[in-house]
T-cell receptor, first 114, second 113 residues
Framework: AQTVTQSQPEMSVQEAETVTLSCTYD???????LFWYKQPPSRQMILVIR??????QNATENRFSVNFQKAAKSFSLKISDSQLGDAAMYFC???????????FGTGTSLTVIP | EPEVTQTPSHQVTQMGQEVILRCVPI?????FYWYRQILGQKVEFLVS??????SEKSEIFDDQFSVERPDGSNFTLKIRSTKLEDSAMYFC????WGGGAIFFGPGTRLTVL
C-alpha cells in the first residue's frame, strides 16, 4: 500500500506570513493524484488543492500553492498571507489513478498567531 | 454549492447494538466512500462503492460492516454489532469520477459505550 508521510506534527505561522507544510509519499505508480485537505475544529474535511501527477505545473488556488517534485515524491503546500481562518489540521492525501482509495498522512496542525 | 450531508451528527450506542449511519452524496457523483477517523489519528479508508456494488474495501471493513444504497439518493453504513473500538468520526464522501477529488460530508461522531 502507498504511504503518505507528514513529518511536521505541528507548525505555526504569524498572521500575513507564509508557511510551507511538507508531505512525502511512497509509490511505484507513475499516474496518481495528490491532495491537501483542511480539517478545522469542526472536523469537516475540506478540499484545499489537487495535483495530477502527469502535470508538471504546480497547482495554485488563491493563497494556496503546491510544490510538486515527482522524482523526489514530495508534495508541499505553501500558504501565503496566512489568515486566522487557516488554523486547522492539514492532511496530505494520495490517490492512485486506478484505485478508489485515498491514503492520508497523519496531519500537520497549523496554528496562526495574530 | 452542492454538498455531502450526513445524519445523525452524533450517535451514542451501547456495545453490541446495531447502528446505521446515513449519507446523501452529491447528486451527480457516481463514487461513494466511507472513511473513519479515530480521535487524534489519521483518516482511514473503509470502503468505496460504485455502480451499486463495493469496488474496494480495507481490512477494517470486516463482516460487521455493510453498505447500501437503498434508493437514488441515500448511502448508508451499517455496523451490525458495535465494539468500543468502533468509536470514531465516520465520514461519507463522494466523487464525480474515479480520479476526482472526493468531497466529504461533515461526519457522524459515533460513541460506543
Amino acid at each position: 500500500a502507498q504511504t503518505v508521510t507528514q513529518s511536521q506534527p505541528e507548525m505555526s505561522v504569524q498572521e500575513a506570513e507564509t508557511v510551507t507544510l511538507s508531505c512525502t509519499y511512497d509509490t511505484s505508480e507513475s499516474d496518481y493524484y495528490l491532495f491537501w485537505y483542511k480539517q478545522p475544529p469542526s472536523r469537516q474535511m475540506i478540499l484545499v488543492i489537487r495535483q495530477e501527477a502527469y502535470k508538471q505545473q504546480n497547482a495554485t488556488e488563491n493563497r494556496f500553492s503546491v510544490n510538486f517534485q515527482k522524482a523526489a515524491k514530495s508534495f508541499s503546500l505553501k500558504i501565503s498571507d496566512s489568515q486566522l481562518g487557516d488554523a486547522a489540521m492539514y492532511f496530505c492525501a494520495y490517490r492512485s489513478a486506478v484505485g478508489n482509495q485515498f491514503y492520508f498522512g497523519t496531519g500537520t496542525s497549523l496554528t496562526v498567531i495574530p | 454549492e452542492p454538498e455531502v450531508t450526513q445524519t445523525p451528527s452524533h450517535q451514542v450506542t451501547q456495545m453490541g447494538q446495531e447502528v446505521i449511519l446515513r449519507c446523501v452524496p452529491i447528486s451527480n457523483h457516481l463514487y461513494f466512500y466511507w472513511y473513519r477517523q479515530i480521535l487524534g489519528q489519521k483518516v482511514e479508508f473503509l470502503v468505496s462503492f460504485y455502480n451499486n456494488e463495493i469496488s474496494e474495501k480495507s481490512e477494517i471493513f470486516d463482516d460487521q460492516f455493510s453498505v447500501e444504497r437503498p434508493d437514488g439518493s441515500n448511502f448508508t453504513l451499517k455496523i451490525r454489532s458495535t465494539k468500543l473500538e468502533d468509536s470514531a468520526m465516520y465520514f461519507c464522501a463522494s466523487s464525480e469520477w474515479g480520479g476526482g477529488a472526493i468531497f466529504f460530508g461533515p461526519g457522524t461522531r459515533l460513541t460506543v459505550l
